[in-house]
Nanobody, 123 residues
Framework: QVQLVESGGGLVQAGGSLRLSCAASGRTFIGYTMGWFRQAPGKEREFVAAITWNSAITYFADSVKGRFTISRDNAKNMVYLQMNSLKPEDTAVYYC????????????????WGQGTQVTISS
């Protein structure tokens, strides 16, 4: 079992930045692909970014490419989402996810999920 706890959400103006953090505990963190998803009001949850266990590969949704970066610190059991040039359409609850299989995480069928952190971007 892996427990995931997100933090770092908040209210910022358009054009600003936020850094989300996800703390993992429980089973060995290092073997898991990690991902970030988001869900806006009235919309389905959507993929944002993912990173392999060794940070060799990162992958982003087209909507955030060039603005968001994902990173991890396996020594600290942490994964981060740096969000720059934020837009009102980035407003959503952001979820951290973990899974053994890259494809499953990117597809949104990760093994473990956090509770989410609210990100609100004002125009």
């Amino acid at each position: 079992q892996v427990q995931l706890v997100e933090s770092g959400g908040g209210l910022v103006q358009a054009g600003g930045s936020l850094r989300l953090s996800c703390a993992a505990s429980g089973r060995t963190f290092i073997g898991y692909t990690m991902g970030w998803f988001r869900q806006a009001p009235g919309k389905e949850r959507e993929f944002v970014a993912a990173i392999t266990w060794n940070s060799a590969i990162t992958y982003f949704a087209d909507s955030v490419k060039g603005r968001f970066t994902i990173s991890r610190d396996n020594a600290k059991n942490m994964v981060y989402l740096q969000m720059n040039s934020l837009k009102p359409e980035d407003t959503a609850v952001y979820y951290c996810a973990a899974g053994v299989r890259w494809g499953a995480v990117v597809a949104g069928t990760a093994d473990y999920w956090g509770q989410g952190t609210q990100v609100t971007i004002s125009s």
